[in-house]
């Protein structure tokens, strides 16, 4: 493990100093020492049909009520509040904004009583286990607010889940002594929460168990969770990356860019970046696997696009896709799960190529030697294939580059050849400088944690509801995590949540969702029309500041925008359309300079019928 962390970090950069000093806003609940917890109805499971499953297996944790803060009336009588001792750890992948989570849980603990303490695990879980710590104090945290990594203590494996991981974390909680450990990270770190919550309980000891929803592939969703941290950055970070390369492809005319983002499960990053820079093509994990899609397919889909574009003379084009897409193509998710199960059973890698069924040997030894390498790195701690690592985008470069050749060949493409670029925007924004929305919402979930333990809340994860208004108007609570499990029957290998287990599982994109309608229903126009859309880098201060995650805007059908943003695409359509035009032309106005999101937002919005909009129906 690193002895540096917890070292005060020098802000060398201008602007990095400027964040350190940025103070997040609070909703105004939060802004006192305590606050009034009231309890709402008994929870059951977002799928009542595993209710049973999940109360069998969370006897004491299963069934606990919703739980609202709300500000403490003006005359409440200021109870002894005795000092707590508190631990966190960084379970989860780095996110941006998972610093200021800690930073908030510090401050509302100082706030509770000066004595209490916080302990962060150093190294993460495995820290946890061997009960290294560093006392959080405001000094450690001077360099650290506001800023990206995981770097004040570091991480190692999100997973808390073996009887003598859970062992060894229930050992550190008695000998520090802890009313409460909160715990950082996304769907599996927060799955083990609510199993760790359990065995504190039937083993007696008093620590409470805190998930907060800590993620950049915002995948933990559900009618609890709006979004997670760290989504909202890592979006704006890779949506201006992959406007820059669009605006590259078309100076030049000449490559195709390939550009794969991080999302294992669900594509949420990628859908939401095309939604923001319009590239030629999207491909998501979803759509491949409910139309069942084969690898073969997948390419044809894109030749076509290829073979489209050349006929109007363009050359160039950029490709978006998610690094969950391989696993999402039937035979190679077949093939994965076959080697997963090599993994599992110690077959070295030298012999799994001769030991795969037949019909998987024959695709594996299709595939390009490199694909191949990567398929047989070792697995996630949860015994799955290591997506970041397995290049899709250069598989599906190389595959399109042979079917053009073959194509040409048989004279159905004419154009000239095919060049591609690949990328994977990955690692690049998941260290980012969060942006406001991630530092205001990680600092209010650092201390609906506080509150939640100080109520004697355990298995519980902080939450934080109507995220597309002003942070005045936030809603804070505490949801059940069981409330938020169902129960799938994965392969998974031994050291996964075993099959048929309770767990939080990630949610895929809605494909019968407003959003996704909007997107496929532009599909020909970004393909063809070199659409492109700048939203340019993360803004801190002045306008834009504010900007929300944007595909909560879409989903939340009863949004009611920002009339300044309204205003200003009005002001630009009126220059373009004539009074009086059809709606039809409106729309196509509209769609012609603003994002997908912008022209949603206009045409749905509820205060069109207030504003001049109303001169062009
Ligand atoms: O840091 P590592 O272990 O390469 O993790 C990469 C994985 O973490 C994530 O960034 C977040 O879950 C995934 O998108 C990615 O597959």
Not at 20 to 40: H, M
Not at 131 to 147: C, G, M, P, R
Request: proline share 6%; glycine share 8%.
């Amino acid at each position: 493990m690193n002895a540096d962390f917890g070292a005060p970090k020098e802000l060398a950069g201008g602007l990095q100093q400027r964040r350190a000093l940025y103070q997040p806003s609070l909703p105004p609940c939060l802004q006192g020492a305590t606050v009034k917890v009231e309890y709402g109805d008994a929870t059951t499971t977002i799928n009542p049909s595993c209710a049973s499953v999940v109360a069998q297996a969370f006897p004491s944790t299963f069934g606990q009520p919703l739980v609202s803060f709300v500000a403490p009336p003006a005359d409440a009588v200021n109870d002894d509040r005795p000092p707590l001792r508190v631990g966190v750890v960084f379970s989860g992948r780095q996110s941006p904004g998972g610093h200021n989570v800690i930073w908030g849980l510090h401050d509302a603990l100082k706030a509770h009583n000066p004595q209490s303490v916080l302990y962060g695990f150093i190294g993460g879980t495995e820290g946890l286990f061997v009960n290294k710590t560093l006392e959080i104090t405001d000094d450690v945290l001077t360099s650290y607010k506001n800023q990206g990594g995981f770097d004040l203590l570091g991480r190692s494996i999100d997973q808390i889940r073996s009887t003598k991981q859970v062992n060894a974390a229930i050992t550190t909680c008695r000998n520090l002594n802890l009313d409460g450990l909160v715990i950082i990270g996304g769907v599996t770190s927060n799955s083990d929460a609510a199993q760790l919550a359990e065995t504190l309980v039937q083993n007696n000891c008093k620590t409470k168990v805190v998930g907060v929803p800590v993620s950049l592939n915002g995948d933990l969703k559900n009618q609890f969770v709006e979004t997670t941290v760290g989504f909202d950055t890592v979006c704006k970070v890779n949506s201006q990356l992959v406007s820059n390369v669009c605006l590259d492809a078309i100076s030049a005319g000449k490559y195709y860019y390939f550009v794969r983002l991080m999302g294992r499960k669900a594509s949420h990053v990628a859908f939401e970046c095309a939604l923001q820079s319009h590239p030629n093509m999207l491909i998501l994990g979803e759509e491949v696997a409910l139309s069942k899609l084969t690898l073969m397919e997948v390419i044809d889909k894109i030749c076509d696009g290829v073979q489209a574009r050349a006929e109007l003379g363009k050359y160039h084009g950029v490709l978006l896709i998610p690094e969950g897409l391989i696993e999402s193509i039937p035979e190679m998710y077949a093939l994965i799960q076959e080697i997963n199960i090599l993994h599992n059973n110690n077959v070295p890698v030298a012999e799994m190529s001769s030991q795969l069924s037949p019909w998987a040997a024959a695709l594996f030894q299709f595939l390009p030697l490199f694909i191949r390498r990567e398929l047989l790195l070792h697995q996630e701690s949860d015994n799955s294939a290591q997506l970041s690592q397995i290049d899709t985008e250069q598989l599906l470069a190389h595959l399109v580059e042979a079917e053009m050749i073959k194509r040409t060949k048989q004279g159905r493409y004419k154009g000239r050849k095919f060049s591609s670029v690949c990328h994977f925007f990955g690692y690049q924004a998941r260290g980012s400088l969060p942006s406001n929305f991630d530092c205001d919402y990680a600092y209010a979930l650092g201390h609906i944690s506080l509150h939640m333990i100080a109520a004697g809340l355990t298995g519980y994860m902080a939450t934080v509801a109507n995220l597309k208004d002003p942070v005045d108007k936030w809603r804070c609570a505490a949801a059940p995590l069981t409330a938020m499990m169902s129960v799938k029957r994965h392969l998974r290998g031994p050291g996964a949540i075993p099959i048929g287990s309770p767990a939080i599982h990630p949610s895929p994109i809605d494909l019968k969702g407003k959003a996704y309608e909007l997107l496929r229903e532009k599909a020909s126009s970004f393909l063809l029309d070199d659409f492109y859309r700048t939203p340019g880098g993360i803004q801190y201060e002045g306008p834009g500041q504010d900007a929300k995650p944007i595909t909560l805007t879409i989903e939340n059908q009863d949004y009611m925008g920002d009339i300044e943003i309204l205003k200003c695409c009005l002001s630009k359509v009126r220059t373009m359309v004539k009074p009086g035009c059809s709606r039809e032309v409106l729309k196509a106005a509209i769609s012609s300079m603003l994002s997908v999101t912008d022209v949603l937002t206009v045409m749905s919005h509820p205060l069109n019928a207030e504003l001049p909009l109303s001169h062009f129906k």
